[in-house]
């Protein structure tokens, strides 16, 4: 076959060509518009922040007013005032505060915590997240769920979560 | 009365639904297999081992019954549940307490899934032992484990319909592992090659959200319903006329 014939196009292998490219091009561009249908733009989920009410409300240690509403601990201690997203670091579920222990417990697969929100037992890989606090203007702590403090394990004992954003101090 | 029998056996009605005789030659009884597309799947013929219980146990076809009882229950089932965060308990609840006979057809539903799962499994492991996925059949032990993921997928999404607690924890566990898939899951690896976010990993494809919510009960209603009992038929269809052409029921050598 001289190279002549290899490059010459038929107005019949045109036609089937572009007839096999647009077959092809529909098939997976309606493929890829699927895929994209499954990903919704708009989410009907709750409002990631709220109102918890006034610091002077939180007396010395863990709150658990907010946690069955917005599955939040509100906890003072000698540091100050911070929140606790009831979220367990291993899978997801959600730790019970058991007082006479001072320990947050997982019930999926056992992880504990501290009230500072350190693994002690179990699991799960990272601190509880402490989710971001201000002071609104009529005085109340605002918690905002879409800000979380990911801090590593080694890094909880450094000061480094007492970040301002995260501790609410002299309140 | 042999008659009637002969008016409704020549009727043009009888004679265009059934086109062979008596099924008492041969020929008929092949005709009985080939010209019933429920049957066609079958061999019109089997094997003399075929019929031995303690080679192949029958636990695909076990596993075949069990599909097909849970496919029953299953549309029986869809007539009283709403997968609607407010209603789906109660419906359950009231399958169980109010509708009659309702208790009967979810325990069949929730046992014959947990045995189709266990009937897979052993299935899978007869396979295995009986050396029947080797060459020719190499083809539809590939089908067979394609059908164990889609019948462990069943169970899973059906897990999260009741919406009690159990199912609520276990579907949030269940799907925080997709967080870790490499490439895929935000907080598995190489999520950043792709720009993996919370809002567009493979997690939030499964929930349809970000937490297991309203999105989450009717995308898993959906699948556990249509797509993949859709898929898992098309498959078994596959499966069940590839072992006639792999040789017919494996056996003894």
């Known amino acids: 076959m001289s190279a002549q014939e290899t490059k010459k196009i038929t107005r019949r292998n045109f036609l089937a060509l572009s007839g096999w490219f647009f077959f092809f091009a529909s098939f997976f561009g309606f493929l890829a518009s699927n895929l994209r249908f499954m990903m919704p733009n708009i989410l009907y989920e709750p409002v990631a922040y709220f109102r918890a009410g006034k610091p002077t409300d939180f ?12 599955r939040v601990w509100i906890v003072r201690t000698e540091k100050g005032v911070y929140a606790l997203y009831g979220e367990c670091r291993h899978l997801g579920c959600t730790p019970g505060w058991f007082p006479d222990q001072q320990l947050f417990k997982c019930p999926c697969h056992g992880s504990n915590y501290t009230i500072e929100g350190d693994v002690v037992a179990g699991p799960a890989p990272r601190p509880l997240y402490r989710v971001s606090v201000s002071i609104t203007p009529d005085g109340q702590i605002l918690v905002n769920k879409n800000i979380k403090n990911d801090v590593a394990p080694k890094e909880s004992s450094s000061g480094n979560r007492e970040g301002e954003q995260f501790l609410l101090k002299n309140v | 009365m042999n008659k009637l029998i002969k008016f409704i056996t020549e009727s043009q009605i009888w004679r265009s639904v059934f086109r062979h005789g008596v099924p008492d030659t041969e020929r008929n009884q092949s005709l009985v297999v080939f010209s019933n597309v429920l049957l066609h799947l079958h061999p019109v013929k089997v094997k003399s081992h075929g019929l031995k219980m303690n080679y192949t146990w029958c636990l695909g076809g076990i596993s075949f019954f069990l599909f097909i009882i849970l496919t029953i229950t299953g549309v029986l089932l869809m007539f009283y549940y709403v997968p609607e965060t407010h209603r789906a308990y109660a419906d359950m609840k009231d399958l169980e307490f109010v509708v009659s006979y309702g208790v009967l057809l ?15 499994m052993f299935h899978m492991a007869r396979v295995f032992y009986t050396g029947s996925y080797k060459a020719p059949r190499e083809f539809n ?12 997928l069943l169970s899973f999404t059906g897990y999260l319909l009741p919406w009690d607690q159990l199912a609520i924890w276990a579907i949030t566990v269940g799907t925080n592992m997709a967080r870790a898939t490499p490439l895929l899951g935000y907080e598995g690896p190489f999520a950043n090659l ?21 999105s989450a009960l009717l995308r898993f209603y959906v699948l556990h319903c249509v797509f993949i009992p859709l898929v898992a038929a098309l498959l078994m269809a596959i499966h069940f006329w590839r072992i006639r052409k792999d040789g017919g029921i494996s056996g003894p050598l």
């Open chain 1, 59 to 70: 007396a010395m240690g863990v709150d658990e007013r907010w946690m069955k509403e917005q």
């Open chain 2, 106 to 120: 979810r325990n069949l539903h929730r046992w014959g899934a947990h045995a189709m799962v266990i009937a897979v």
């Open chain 2, 141 to 152: 032990w590939v089908v067979g484990v394609l059908l164990l993921v889609l019948t462990l």
């Open chain 2, 194 to 214: 792709l720009g993996m976010r919370i809002d567009n990993d493979a997690r939030f494809a499964l929930l349809g959200g970000t937490v297991v919510g309203q």
